[in-house]
C-alpha cells in the first residue's frame, strides 16, 4: 500500500476509534465536575500524576520500546513480545518489593493500594496494546481504545454517582477498565499463542533495555513538567485551584488528542520509512507542513471558543478555568509539536537525545513554577509550562535537523506561534473588543497555514493516485 494512503488508513481507524470514546469524556466533564469538589478534583488529579510518574519506571520503559522493535519489517514479533514481557515482569516484580515506600508519600499514604493496582494495570495494557499497533492490528488497537473508554465511563457512573465513593471511586474506575481492557487483547489477539519462554532472548533484552531506560527518565521529565505545576499550586494556593486548574487543561488536552490520534499513525510510517535519504526528508517534509497547520488553525479555533467550552462542558464552580486556557491551548500546541519531532528520534533510535532535551523543559519548568505560582497563581504554572515546550522545540528542530533533514516551515512557524500567543493574550487579559482582536488572530493564523494545508492535502492525494 502506497506510504501516505497507508498513513491516511491508519489514522482514519485511530481518529474513529480514538475520538469518539475521548468525546465522551469531554461530554461528561460537567458530570465529573458536579460529582467531585474543587478539592476532590484536585486530589484525585494529584494521585493520578503519581501513578502516572511510577508506570514508565515500574515498566522499565518498555511500552515504547516493544512498538519500535516489533514494528520493524524483519522483526521477529515472537521474540520481540515474548522478550518484552520478560522484562515487563522483572520491573513490576521490583516495583511491588519496593511499594511500600510510597507511605512515604503524604498525597499517596491514603490511596497506596489505588496507586499499585493503577499502575500494575495501566502498565500491562500499555505492553499488549502497543504491541498490537506494532503488527499492524491497527483496528483492534482502536477498539480496544474504545472499550477502555467506554470501561472506564462506566465505572465512573457506578463508582461516584451510585456508589458515591469519591476520589476513591474515580481512580478505581480507570484501574477496572484497564484490567478488563488487558483480558480483552490477551483473549482476542490470542497472545498467549505468542509469548513462550524458549523466546525470551537475552541478547533482544539487552537491546531492548539499551533503547527503552533512557525513555524512562524521558517520560518521568514530562510528567514532571505536568506533575510539578500541580504540586506548586496545591502547596501555595491549596487543592481548590489546583482542581480548577486541572479542569482547564481538559478542553486543551483536545489538541493532544487530535494530534495523538495522527501520531500514533505516524510513528507506524515513520519506522518502516524507507531508508533512502532524499524520499524520507520529503517524506517528513509533506507530513509536516500539513501537521504544522492543522495544529495551528485547530488551536486558534479553540482559544476563541475557550469561554463558551467552559461554560459547556464545566460545572459554574470550575468556570474560572477559562483564565487559564488559552495559555495552556499554545502549550499543548507546541507540545505536539515536540511529539512529532520525537518520531525522528524513535526512528533514528536515540532515546538518549530524547531525554536530554525532555530534561532542559522539564529543569525549565520546575525554575519557572517557584517564581511564577507565588506571584501570579494557577496562571504561573501554565505560562511556565508553555515556555518549557518553546525551549525543548528549539533544541529538537536544530537536533533532529542532523538526524533527517527535512523542511521546517520556520518563518510560517514562528509568525503563526506568535499570532498564536496574541490571541490568547488577548483572550486572558479580556480587553474591550476582545472577541473582534481574536477574531482576526484567528483569521491570519488560517490565512497562513490553509494554503499549505491544502498544498500539502492535493500533494498526497496526487502521490495516491499515481
Not at 533512557?214 to 514530562?222: D, V
Not at 507506524?268 to 497547520?293: G, H, I, P, T
Not at 477574531?439 to 499549505?452: D, M, Q, R, S, Y
Amino acid at each position: 500500500m502506497n506510504k501516505y494512503k497507508k498513513l491516511a488508513s491508519n489514522t482514519v481507524i485511530l481518529g474513529i476509534g480514538t475520538f469518539g470514546s475521548k468525546l465522551l469524556v469531554f461530554l461528561l466533564m460537567p458530570l465529573y465536575t458536579a460529582w467531585l469538589t474543587t478539592a476532590e478534583f484536585g486530589a484525585a488529579e494529584m494521585i493520578t500524576g503519581i501513578a502516572n510518574f511510577l508506570i514508565p519506571i515500574a515498566c522499565v520503559g518498555i511500552s515504547t520500546g516493544i512498538f519500535r522493535f516489533a514494528a520493524e519489517r524483519e522483526a521477529d514479533q515472537k521474540k520481540v513480545f515474548s522478550s518484552s514481557v520478560a522484562l515487563l515482569g522483572l520491573g513490576l516484580g521490583g516495583f511491588l518489593l519496593l511499594s511500600p515506600l510510597l507511605f512515604l508519600i503524604p498525597y499517596c499514604r491514603p490511596y497506596v493500594w489505588l496507586v499499585v493496582l493503577y499502575v500494575l494495570f495501566a502498565d500491562l495494557q500499555a505492553v499488549c496494546a502497543q504491541y498490537l499497533r506494532a503488527i499492524d492490528r491497527t483496528a483492534l488497537f482502536a477498539g480496544q481504545g474504545i472499550l477502555n473508554t467506554a470501561l472506564t465511563i462506566a465505572c465512573n457512573v457506578l463508582f461516584l454517582f451510585v456508589f458515591q465513593m469519591g476520589v476513591e471511586g474515580y481512580i478505581l474506575s480507570v484501574i477496572v477498565g484497564n484490567l478488563l481492557t488487558t483480558i480483552f487483547i490477551i483473549c482476542r489477539a490470542k497472545l498467549w499463542q505468542v509469548f513462550s519462554f524458549a523466546n525470551v532472548d537475552r541478547k533482544l533484552m539487552k537491546h531492548l533495555l539499551l533503547f527503552s531506560l533512557p525513555m524512562i527518565p524521558t517520560t518521568l521529565c514530562w510528567l514532571i513538567t505536568d506533575l510539578s505545576d500541580r504540586a506548586m499550586v496545591t502547596y501555595f494556593w491549596g487543592e481548590s485551584v489546583n482542581g480548577v486548574y486541572a479542569a482547564a487543561y481538559k478542553i486543551p488536552t483536545i489538541v493532544n488528542l487530535v494530534a495523538g490520534i495522527f501520531l500514533q499513525a505516524w510513528q507506524f510510517s515513520a519506522v518502516n520509512e524507507e531508508e533512502d535519504a532524499q524520499a524520507c526528508s520529503q517524506f517528513y517534509s509533506r507530513v509536516w507542513e500539513a501537521f504544522l497547520s492543522v495544529i495551528m488553525i485547530g488551536s486558534a479555533g479553540l482559544i476563541l471558543f475557550s469561554r463558551f467550552l467552559t461554560k459547556l462542558l464545566l460545572n459554574v464552580t470550575f468556570f474560572d478555568a477559562w483564565k487559564f486556557m488559552p495559555t495552556l491551548l499554545c502549550a499543548v500546541a507546541l507540545e505536539t509539536l515536540v511529539s512529532f519531532l520525537a518520531s525522528i528520534y524513535l526512528v533514528r533510535k536515540k532515546s538518549s537525545h530524547s531525554f536530554v532535551t525532555a530534561l532542559v523543559g522539564a529543569i525549565s519548568n520546575i525554575a519557572l513554577n517557584l517564581w511564577l505560582i507565588p506571584i501570579i497563581g494557577a496562571l504561573g504554572a501554565a505560562i511556565a509550562t508553555l515556555a518549557s515546550y518553546a525551549i525543548v522545540l528549539v533544541l529538537r528542530m536544530f537536533d533532529t535537523q542532523r538526524m533527517i533533514p527535512f523542511k521546517l516551515c520556520l518563518p510560517r512557524l514562528c509568525i503563526s506561534t506568535g499570532i498564536l500567543f496574541g490571541a490568547a493574550a488577548i483572550t486572558t487579559l479580556d480587553p474591550a473588543g476582545r472577541i473582534l482582536w481574536t477574531l482576526l488572530c484567528v483569521f491570519a493564523i488560517c490565512a497562513l497555514n490553509a494554503p499549505a494545508l491544502l498544498k500539502g492535502l492535493r500533494a498526497i492525494v496526487a502521490k495516491r493516485m499515481k
